[in-house]
């Protein structure tokens, strides 16, 4: 579905809308469906913010190239419509440097995905959530994920909403690793099955005690994310949000969906029938008034 069609499905009554909200719900119920998605590794211990990443992100998706200078890079840079992965260098309580690298987590069950009521999200077979045409500027995805990934196009005139999509479509479903990864001079970041990553990430903790928290971001929190994270320091002292729990976006959003349902079928013939008895009232009005 386009905009046009969407457009003609919402001219056609209220019911089109909800039409498309079923596409979400019926995609909150099958994203279980993922057998072993890929996923990265970041070890922020290990990357020196050289910025490559950013610069691969870039250009291999038409972006203007990221601002490296260090009056921008000194600052805590947010994620754009333009810039899908920055790196931002952290100051800890302690005075120690920690560099982390954000993009779109790709979360294994997405809330983008399930709030968005056209499903102009896809999350392919492999985990990477992307975004499609249908899309007609609700941005109810930025106000569903947790992690404040998806960006609207403001200062265009037909906008799109941007974040990155794994490579997947130019890279990873080639067998490729995402660009940022083929970059990364220290190995900071590492591509692979997602349950493999975990195994590593957990035995990075226990071969290197003092080095890490043992916590591996990503592993549970909002049901799972196919990016995880390993950090020398608390994980809320370096821009994460240290409480996100590990129920999953979606299932917040289920009951109230079928909820929705409900109303699709009850509300419209309640209206039908209060406008009949109204018009009725009004013919008896108008007719004892001419007697």
Known sequence: MDRRSFLKLMVAGPSGLILGARSGTALADELDRLADPVGVLVDTQRCIACLK????CAEINGLPAPDHSKAATEQLRPMTDKAYT????????TG????????????LKPGCASACPVGAFEQTKDGAVLWQTQCFGCRYCMVACPFDVPKFEYDTPVPEIKKCTFCYEKRVSQGLE????????VEALKFGKR???????H?????NPGVYVDRVFGEEEVGGTCWLYLSPVDFGEIGFKPDMGTKDIPAYGKPFMKAVHAID???????LGMGWIVRR?????????EG
Not at 195 to 201: G, M, N, P
Request: hydrophobic share 35%; charged share 25%; with cysteine.
């Open 281 to 289: 009232r009004q013919r008896k009005n108008s007719e004892n008034s």
């Open 195 to 201: 349950s493999e990553l975990l195994k590593e990430a």
């Open 178 to 185: 995402p660009a940022c990864v083929s970059v990364c001079p």
């Open 86 to 93: 920055v790196v931002n260098r952290h100051r800890t309580a």
């Open 53 to 56: 990443c950013e610069t691969a």
């Open 265 to 271: 079928f009850v509300v419209p013939p309640v209206l």
């Open 203 to 207: 035995a990075r903790i226990q071969q």
């Open 96 to 107: 120690k440097r920690v560099n982390v690298k954000t993009q779109c987590m790709h979360c």
